[in-house]
């Protein structure tokens, strides 16, 4: 089975700070990579898919890069409404999240 | 407008059997597939199955052999049936619309905890 390894596993940053977060697959995934958030008592919403497409809606603040095995999410300038948990999901072989990200403002 | 909702019951007795519905609207269950996935208390997710739009399932190898997912698509509906639940299995349950890899729709969850 495939790991994913995502860090940190708790990010504090301002308002306007760029973030990054990051997924390291244990084996190459080529490019099926997902990034969702999710924010307090909601279901996880869609980022980007396949690595770096950006979903309908998603403020082009987010942005996803990577290949093969190491794999980032940055945020260019974080918003207060950005405060959420960030999860990876590989989809390369069977589904494998990624632990999570907890992303407040400092 | 693409929706997918959870219903069960809230609290299932230890190694009974769980079953939850997922009922979805604004897309054709024959057209599109459905994942389950799984999220304990303060934890990450798990994904557990998926039912596809021809009708054949695969499952998380960790569950296989406790879990069944099955469809009646003129209800538009998808379950879940998981036996032997332990306290483990308390979590929220979630159906997502899936396709290509993509999880791009999601059903509120569904709180279950196994307790006695």
């Known amino acids: 089975d495939i790991q994913m390894t995502q860090s940190p596993s708790f990010l504090s940053a301002s308002v306007g700070d760029r973030v990054t977060i990051n997924c390291k697959a244990s084996?190459?995934?080529?490019?099926?990579l997902n990034w969702y958030q999710q924010k307090l008592g909601e279901a996880p919403k869609l980022l980007i898919y396949?690595?770096?497409s950006l979903q309908t809606g998603i403020p082009s603040r987010f942005s996803g890069s990577g290949s093969g095995t190491d794999f980032t999410l940055t945020i260019s300038s974080l918003q207060p409404e950005d405060v959420a948990t960030y999860f990876c999901?590989?989809?390369?072989?069977?589904?494998?999240f990624g632990s999570g990200t907890k992303l407040e403002i400092k | 407008q693409v929706q997918l909702k959870e219903s069960g019951p809230g609290l299932v007795q230890p190694s009974q059997t769980l079953s939850l519905t997922c009922t979805v609207s604004?897309?054709?269950?024959?057209?599109?597939?459905v994942s389950w996935v799984r999220q304990p208390p303060g934890k990450g997710l798990e994904w557990m199955g998926a039912?596809?739009?021809?009708?054949?399932?695969d499952y998380n190898s960790a569950l296989k052999s406790r879990l069944s997912i099955s469809r009646d698509t003129s209800k538009s509906q998808v379950f879940l049936k998981m036996n032997s639940l332990q306290t483990e299995d308390t979590a929220i349950y979630f159906c997502?619309?899936?396709?290509?890899?993509?999880?791009?729709?999601w059903g509120q969850g569904a709180s279950v905890t196994v307790s006695s």
């Open positions: 997502t619309r899936f396709g290509l890899g993509v999880m791009d729709a």
């Open positions: 604004g897309f054709s269950l024959t057209s599109n597939s």
């Open positions: 039912i596809w739009s021809g009708g054949s399932t």
């Open positions: 084996q190459n995934i080529n490019r099926y």
């Open positions: 396949n690595a770096n």
């Open positions: 999901l590989q989809h390369n072989s069977w589904l494998t």
